[in-house]
């Protein structure tokens, strides 16, 4: 699987847009990105994944370039309760039987300052 | 729905005792993960089920280490002699055929 590059950590505004880049420039055609976040002391959640269109779900959006060579993560309005480490993740699709691995990088911590 | 149910929440063990950790999955969920978590290595994956039959456990660190799935709603992973390297956050996932990979609260293992 194609790995990620990710800031180490960002800071966002309360009420404000988090944007959360990731660079993967080695993905593959066939190659999904997924984003997770763990809060701390809790396990990872699943925030939202796409292929090559630009994806919006009740959590957050994701865009993703045409080259497919970087994404941005947006959380619209960051709470507190958004502080935690939040991990991009490519990974092929499952063939056959066999799922592919999540492989977790050590991720971008997002702080939301009030 | 519960989510994934991971038992006990917290473990403290002495080095050289067995461990039990316990998971249920998603209700209809057909594949479970078992993940490790140290501040030195990350989040690591251990091994994963599907239908009840492991596919890879290539994560597995060593023969200390064994998990088992004996039904679609109950998993097991099994620290037998444990040892202070041991000691991390373990957490337990499922998911169904949509492929999206849903975790337990993790357990915390204190090895002495």
């Known amino acids: 699987d194609a790995k990620t590059t990710q800031p180490t950590s960002m800071d966002c505004a309360e009420g404000r847009a988090a944007n959360l880049p990731c660079n993967h420039s080695t993905i593959s055609g066939n190659e999904y990105v997924y984003w997770y976040r763990q809060i701390h002391s809790q396990g990872p959640q699943y925030i939202i994944h796409g292929l090559k269109n630009n994806e919006t779900n009740e959590m957050a959006s994701l865009i993703i370039t045409e080259d497919r060579k970087s994404s941005t993560l947006i959380l619209p309005h960051a709470t507190l309760r958004d502080t935690a480490v939040y991990y991009c993740?490519?990974?092929?699709?499952?063939?056959?039987?066999?799922?592919?691995?999540?492989?977790f990088g050590t991720g971008t911590l997002l702080a939301v300052q009030p | 729905d519960a989510g994934v149910i991971q038992s006990p929440r917290h473990e403290v063990t002495e080095m050289g005792q067995e461990v039990t950790l316990r998971c249920k999955p998603i209700?209809?969920?057909?594949?479970l993960f078992w993940y490790r978590q140290t501040m030195m290595r990350g989040l690591e994956l251990l091994i994963y089920?599907?239908?009840?039959?492991?596919?890879?456990d290539s994560g597995m660190p060593e023969d200390r280490f064994s998990a088992k799935m004996p039904n679609a709603s109950f998993s097991t992973l099994k620290i037998q002699p444990s040892e202070p390297r041991d000691s991390a956050v373990y957490f337990c996932a499922s998911s169904s055929i949509a492929d999206t990979q849903y975790f337990g609260p993790g357990t915390r293992l204190t090895v002495l």
């Open positions: 089920f599907n239908n009840n039959v492991p596919i890879d």
């Open positions: 209700s209809g969920h057909d594949y």
């Open positions: 993740i490519v990974r092929r699709p499952r063939k056959g039987g066999a799922t592919n691995k999540l492989i």
